[in-house]
């Protein structure tokens, strides 16, 4: 027993340093696996061709990760041509040369394991770049052919080894939690306590904020909102049960069972409604809009962890009100500025503020590239070299058939550049301007314009590119050669461009606008209330998830979104719906071809002449039509879901209604889940599209009438609607022009009469 | 009660008229807004083609003498309208931008001349929307007391003597009551201003020919009258006689103006019927080719001729709205109302229409009498035919500046658009020489010419000319064949361009200069005037190139260049062709001569009669073909029925050729006696039915393909006769 009595201090000594240990889950290492693909924007295959190719996979990290072990798994095939000795893929990380894989032609197909030592990571942005020496013979054409290699970049891939480390909690760490990079996070817990009252301010209003708050956090990555409502008296019993940690297990996260520390969870309220799970301190602190990030302790009872310790985010304040400005501020605010653990809110002034307009650029404004944030543009050395630019413009951003976008660069050239020296301009893809680069002493240009129909810019995001194919001279000789590194062309950022003025239209309804810019919900120049109404209290996690996703296509908070339990008489003008086909009604789908209730009605394909006309990203020119028929069914939505917009039929003004439907409310909440995922948001488009899986739709069609949605003059707005209903518009001239025809043919024969009368005399 | 009933009824008549006014302006302006609303590209070109669909239908219906033809026709020219004012707007809206001023200087030339186009083009179809065709009156209804007493001048300036005794000799044939028609010759160029001048061989052929014009009056039973000034010309001429008449009516006929017997017969009776009428008008028919007709088209029997449209359509159109107005000759006026305005007005050198202006603007009517009864001479040579075009447009110009029928408020609104369609006509020349010279702006300097996408141009330029060449064609397709408008401008532009300007520098400036007729075209020679044309050619050849090096040097803006390269290429071609014109052409025969069907005797003596039909006929001879082979003395008897006699006339012929295989006879009329001349001015030139019969038989519509392809096939060739003729007279 003794030697036991000796060693039982150590031993609990022991036991807490290991539970202490175990209970630091923030220092504990994982590991993860990241295929190079999710990196790389192009395809999964990145080829390397030329003499000396080079190219870079950006690698973002979560600034609260400490990497402690990484390999990257490379699979590559290259040429058979190879000279093996000068041949070489050398693969660098942020500049340093961490391999060199001979490119062998005799194993074309290679595999390698590289390490990437871990004093090379940096926070945040890293940089992978393969850099291949192609040689075929003493002498070559440093464009021959043959001088190839590509890397697989879906097999290949990143191991790591990671350890969260946060050195001291505050509120500038929050948008570490969320970074978009390796070990972000992608889904985060709401909780409030004893919030029973379905459609009260904090769940109408504050919750949706902080979800769109977290989501735009997390930039482009999806964000996974869980949402519950806790009892208070669940403590209580806790307490009971252990009345000497009373205190202790209050102010932990004991309302959450999933004991992975790791993630951050927000903790939403009034004051007294988180009386049960807030620290006396923090309760005292709450004097107004409040906002808190703090680490709760982990409860421990006879060696038993009951709750674990975790990161929570509180969102609170006196009144319903001052925990949606709590929640507000926290949208709008930089976590950069907030170096405290906690804040109050004193007041947020936002004077004719439409969060849009701070978004997107102004029309009828004019930018140079360096404030829209293009620091410098300088293409070195041969090859097709490219910059692009976004321009995002307003979602409803509609420019009359004869406005253009003025864009007058400053640019110069250096010597030497040969034939095939080019520079093209593209807007989305389409070349609007072409330049020979063929002064052999280089040039300079200083506002250069082009004026561009401004119908090539769509509403949302744009993008402008640049293209400079830059040659070098070509020397005719056995092993002469010229690497072309002296080849310089220079964009000034202060080359502007200019927008013309525009009105505020948009051709609805488009789930395409949708996805890329949140419209309608956030608009440039309008924040009406919309809604997000669930027909069920378990959808709430999946419209809190789509509010976020909404905010992230917006930019911004959407301040006036709002989720809403149950369906009313009248919806707000844009709306979306979460339910299940029986809890829709018929009224809803009165005009349409479509309708989701326990009986289907389906535009099938074949019923619909318009389906295939979703694949064009523009489409200004779809015709105003309707499905040609549908096809009425009893039948389930079995595993998949489906979004379908239509014009509002229940809404004072014209508006929007977005429907997501699926069989099941589980099934709803996996379906947005994966609808919110970047492969298939954006995919998004027509106005009817259905989907079983994150990676792609089911179907898309178009399958409602189009019609325009915005606030704009009479005038614009009726030349909209002629626009897309050019018959009607057409009938309409016609019956004028009959009308008028009868009036002047009666006058003209009344004249006749006249004239007929006076000869009579 | 029933005393009351009639006003009631005007008033409810009124207030319907009015309400029909309201709601006629009403759709109007609901039209004007439609359209101008923005419409995207894709709409736009739905709503064109849709426009374009109803106005060739209606239009089909309406040329096709539908039942409701006239419906349909208002109908096509009101949604065709439609289109082109929503073209207009989109040009002034959308398409002037530029940063470069001398792209904005051409954009904004260009739309003016479009502008300018538009305007004419509107006011042409309101003007022409309802032709008045008027019944046929004749004075035989009228009792003798009725009938009023008419002076007949025929003012007369150098023309010979031949041409004038051809006029009066058939205005001595009038079908009038002898004691109410008096003849008079106002000889200007026997004046003692002319007789006394310091150049005395001018001096002597004046008194010479004064004497001989005296002479031949007194033969004929016709009043000289000479002057001792030549002030104020044909106006001045015409009032200084006036002074010396008392007839209650008064007729005005140009020298070379031979009247039909039942002018005053179907002219004077609208007269009669209404005091207030002050002018009754009838066409100008010219029984020759003017020299375009000769020299491009030697198409004048077959094509109608500039005039028909003017007087078949535009004056029909007029007389509607009680705008038809004088036009210097082959008119009826009131004395009474010619003196109320100091007799013919002559501030302007186109006399005529200023005359009607005033006379309008008091309120009097004017009456236009669609059936030939007159017929002229066109002018030979292209130097003459400009210099008659130049004085029309100067006159008219004079009359905007100096009269502003626009702001005359004697005129209602109608005439007044009926006078500002006839006066804006005469300024197409600056819109000609724009359209002309606008490609070359773009293709020579670079210049922008219109702010608009090659899509906006297909969607809104095309359909707007589509339109219009529809609409034209519903309006005056009969009268006017296609391109033939465009050649007659282009070919007048350059000079009556200058001319214009002298009077927009000086209203006053202008002087009447008589239009040269019976000039001697007996060879042929390339027009003096034709050098404007050479630079103009040469000009329009190097855009082409200027094409050529913009399709290679900027390839991007291909589909704009090629716009502008057909639009080039097009005037190009038309400039081309029209170097036929200004080769004037050898007239081998001394009068023109026209088809003729009528059944003919010819008498060798009075026991050898031939029958036979007339093939064609002119004032000087006629072709006829015989019924059957024989051989004709030398001089033999033409044996006719002359309408305008109500008789049969026997006119003294020489046989000049017989051609046996074909049985066709040439013959030419001998007129030795008075009688003889008579009869074969009473035959050849005294029926109306037999201009009225030619004029149909040329006016009828054929397609823009056929115009265009009529265009094409003459276009090379007389280049390369240029080129020879030139080569020829240096060697």
Not at chain 1, 610 to 634: E, I, K, M, S
Not at chain 2, 120 to 145: A, M, W, Y
Request: net charge neutral; hydrophobic share 40%; proline share 4%.
């Amino acid at each position: 027993m003794l030697p036991l009595k000796l060693i039982q201090p150590y031993v609990r000594l022991l036991t807490l340093l290991l539970i202490a240990f175990l209970s630091l889950p923030a220092q504990a290492k994982t590991s993860n696996e990241f295929r190079l693909s999710e990196f790389y924007g192009g395809n999964s295959l990145l080829r390397l061709n030329g003499e000396r190719p080079v190219q870079d996979l950006g690698i973002t990290l979560s600034p609260l990760l400490a990497v402690s072990s990484a390999t990257l798994h490379l699979k590559a095939t290259s040429s058979i041509t190879m000279l093996q000795e000068r041949s070489i893929l050398n693969v660098r990380f942020n500049n340093v040369t961490i391999g060199q894989i001979t490119l062998n032609p005799n194993k074309p197909n290679l595999q390698a394991d590289v390490r990437i030592p871990s004093e090379l990571w940096r926070p945040q942005y890293n940089t992978l770049t393969f850099a291949a020496s192609q040689y075929v013979d003493r002498c070559q054409d440093s464009n021959a052919p043959d001088l190839w290699s590509e890397i697989n970049l879906y097999n290949s891939y990143i191991a790591f080894e990671t350890t969260k480390v946060i050195n001291q909690l505050n509120l500038q760490k929050l948008s570490d939690f969320f970074n978009p990079g390796i070990g972000g996070q992608h889904q985060a817990q709401i909780f409030t306590l004893d919030n029973k009252q379905e459609n009260d301010i904090v769940n109408k209003y504050a919750i949706p904020a902080v979800a769109q708050a977290l989501a735009l956090r997390t930039q482009y990555q999806s964000l996974h909102i869980d949402y519950q409502n806790i009892e208070s008296k669940a403590a209580d019993t806790k307490s009971i049960v252990q009345p000497i940690s009373e205190s202790k297990y209050r102010q932990s996260s004991w309302y959450i069972t999933d004991k992975k520390a790791d993630d951050i969870h927000v903790l939403i309220g009034t004051k007294n409604s988180l009386q049960q799970a807030l620290s006396e301190k923090t309760l005292e602190e709450i004097n107004g809009p409040y906002l808190r990030i703090e680490k709760t302790p982990a409860v421990i009872i006879e060696g038993e962890e009951l709750v674990a310790s975790h990161i929570r985010l509180i969102v609170s304040g006196l009144s319903e009100q001052d925990v949606v400005r709590a929640a507000t501020t926290l949208a709008y605010m930089d976590d950069r500025l907030n170096p405290d653990q906690s804040i109050n809110v004193h007041s947020t002034v936002n004077n004719a503020f439409i969060p849009q307009q701070q978004v997107t650029l102004q029309p009828g404004k004019s930018y140079t590239l360096s404030e829209l944030g293009v620091t410098a543009i300088n293409f070195n050395g041969p090859g097709l070299l490219t910059k692009k630019i976004e321009i995002r413009l307003p979602a409803d951003f509609y420019a009359s058939e004869t406005d253009t976008v003025e864009l007058t660069l400053d640019f110069s050239y250096g010597a030497g550049y040969e034939d095939g020296s080019t520079f093209n301009i593209t807007v989305n893809g389409k070349v609007i301007h072409g330049l020979k680069l063929d002064k052999k002493d280089g040039d300079f240009y200083h506002n250069y314009t082009l004026s561009i129909p401004a119908r090539l810019f769509d509403g949302g995001k744009n993008e402008l590119a640049f293209h400079v194919n830059q040659n070098s001279i070509q020397l005719i000789g056995e092993c002469r050669s010229v690497n072309g590194d002296y080849l310089h062309f220079q964009l000034d950022t202060d080359s502007k461009i200019e927008l013309p003025t525009a009105a505020h239209l948009a051709r609805q309804p488009d789930l395409r606008l949708l996805g890329q810019t949140g419209y309608p919900f956030a608009q440039y120049q309008t924040q009406d209330d919309t809604g997000i109404y669930i027909t069920q209290a378990t959808m709430r996690s999946a419209a809190l998830t789509m509010a976020g996703k909404l905010a992230q296509s917006s930019g911004n908070l959407i301040p006036n979104l709002y989720v809403e339990m149950g369906i009313p008489t009248t919806l707000t003008d844009t709306a979306m719906v979460l339910a299940t086909p029986k809890d829709l009604s018929a009224e809803l789908y009165s005009d349409l071809s479509t309708a989701i209730t326990d009986s289907k009605r389906w535009p099938y394909r074949l019923q619909n002449k318009l389906y295939n006309r979703v694949t064009a990203n523009d489409n200004q020119n779809l015709q105003p039509n309707t499905a040609a028929g549908f096809t009425t069914q009893q039948s389930t939505l079995g595993d998949f879901s489906l979004v379908l917009a239509t014009k509002n039929p229940v809404a004072d003004k014209t508006g929007t209604l977005f429907i997501i439907a699926a069989e099941t409310t589980e099934r709803l909440t996996e379906r947005i889940s994966e609808l919110v995922q970047g492969p298939l948001w954006s995919q998004l488009a027509g106005d009817f599209f259905a989907w079983d899986n994150a990676k792609s739709p089911l179907i898309v069609m178009q399958v409602s009438s189009a019609y325009m949605l915005g606030a704009t003059d009479s005038w614009t707005a009726l030349g909209a609607w002629g626009t897309n209903h050019p018959w009607y518009l057409l009938l309409i001239i016609v019956a004028i022009v009959f009308m008028f025809m009868v009036f002047t043919w009666l006058l003209l024969k009344r004249r006749h009469q006249k004239i007929k009368e006076d000869w009579k005399e | 009660m029933v005393t009351n009933s009639p006003p009631l009824l005007t008033r409810r008549l009124t207030l319907r008229m009015s309400l029909l006014k309201i709601f006629t302006l009403l759709s109007l302006f609901f039209l004007i807004a439609l359209a101008s609303i923005p419409l995207q590209a894709a709409s736009q070109l739905a709503l064109s083609m849709g426009i374009i669909v109803f106005v060739y239908s209606a239009s089909s219906e309406a040329i096709q003498h539908s039942k409701k033809r006239e419906l349909f026709r208002l109908f096509a020219i009101i949604i065709g309208c439609f289109l082109s004012i929503r073209y207009l707007i989109w040009r002034g809206v959308n398409t002037l931008e530029s940063d470069d001023i001398f792209s904005f200087i051409a954009m904004i030339t260009l739309f003016i001349a479009e502008i300018y186009s538009g305007v004419i083009h509107l006011l042409g179809c309101f003007v022409n929307i309802f032709p008045l065709n008027r019944p046929r009156q004749s004075i035989k209804q009228f009792t003798d007391e009725k009938i009023p007493t008419v002076d007949l001048v025929v003012p007369s300036y150098n023309e010979s003597e031949t041409l004038l005794e051809v006029t009066l000799r058939a205005a001595k044939m009038l079908d009038y009551p002898a004691n109410k028609l008096n003849i008079h010759l106002l000889d200007d160029g026997g004046t003692d201003q002319k007789v006394f001048q310091e150049n005395v061989v001018a001096a002597q052929h004046a008194l010479t020919r004064r004497k001989k014009l005296q002479a031949l009056c007194q033969s004929l039973d016709v009043e000289y009258h000479t002057r001792a000034k030549n002030e104020h010309a044909k106006a001045g001429n015409i009032n200084t006689a006036l002074l010396n008449m008392d007839g209650e009516l008064v007729v005005i006929l140009d020298a070379d103006h031979v009247p039909t017997t039942d002018f005053l017969d179907r002219t004077v009776p609208w007269m009669i019927k209404d005091k207030d009428v002050f002018l009754v008008q009838s066409p100008h028919f010219m029984d020759n080719p003017d020299p375009i007709e000769r020299n491009y088209f030697s198409a004048f029997t077959r094509m109608p001729s500039e005039n028909d449209m003017f007087y078949n359509t535009i004056q029909k159109g007029l007389d509607f709205w009680s705008s038809s107005f004088f036009c210097g000759s082959a008119a009826v006026l009131r004395r009474r109302h010619l003196d109320m305005v100091g007799g013919i007005a002559g501030d302007s050198i186109t006399e005529d229409a200023e005359t009607a202006l005033a006379l309008h603007a008091l309120g009097y009517k004017s009456v236009y009498v669609d059936k030939p009864m007159i017929s002229g001479l066109a002018t030979e040579s292209f130097s003459s035919f400009i210099q008659q075009r130049e004085r029309w447009a100067q006159g008219m110009a004079q009359i905007l500046i100096l009269k502003k029928p626009f702001l005359n408020s004697g005129l209602h609104w109608y005439q007044k658009c009926g006078y500002m369609s006839s006066i804006l006509f005469w300024f197409f020349p600056f819109a000609r020489l724009v359209f002309l010279l606008s490609p070359l702006g773009y293709l020579l300097f670079g210049l922008e010419l219109i702010h608009a996408t090659f899509t906006e141009i297909l969607i809104y330029t095309v359909p707007h000319i589509i339109v219009s060449f529809r609409l034209s064609h519903v309006l005056f397709g009969k009268n006017r064949w296609p391109l033939v408008s465009e050649l007659y401008e282009i070919l007048q532009c350059t000079f009556l361009f200058r001319a214009l300007l002298t009077v927009i520098k000086s209203a006053n400036d202008p002087s009447f200069l008589v239009t040269p007729k019976g000039e001697d075209q007996s060879k042929n020679y390339i027009s003096s005037l034709a050098n404007s044309f050479y630079w103009l050619l040469v000009m329009l050849f190097i855009g082409n190139l200027g094409a050529l090096y913009h399709f290679y040097s900027t390839p991007e803006s291909w589909e704009l260049t090629f716009v502008v390269f057909a639009w080039n290429t097009f005037n190009f071609i038309l400039c081309v062709s029209l170097l036929d014109v200004l080769i004037e052409k050898k007239q081998v025969r001394k009068a023109s001569r026209l088809p003729a069907y009528d059944y003919v005797k010819i008498a060798a003596s009075e026991h050898q009669i031939w029958q036979g039909n007339l093939r064609n006929l002119s004032r000087t001879g006629a072709n006829l073909s015989l019924t059957f082979e024989h051989t004709l003395p030398k001089e033999v008897r033409l044996i006719a029925y002359a309408s305008a006699l109500n008789k049969h006339v026997e006119i003294a012929c020489q046989v000049m050729h017989q051609n046996s295989d074909t049985k066709e006879v040439r013959l030419q009329f001998l007129t030795r006696t008075d009688q003889e001349k008579n009869n074969v001015i009473a035959y050849t030139l005294c029926d109306s039915e037999r201009w009225d019969s030619f004029q149909k038989r040329r006016t009828r519509p054929i397609s823009y393909f056929y115009g265009l392809k009529h265009v094409v096939s003459v276009s090379m060739k007389p280049l390369f006769l240029h080129i020879y003729m030139k080569l020829k007279q240096r060697s």
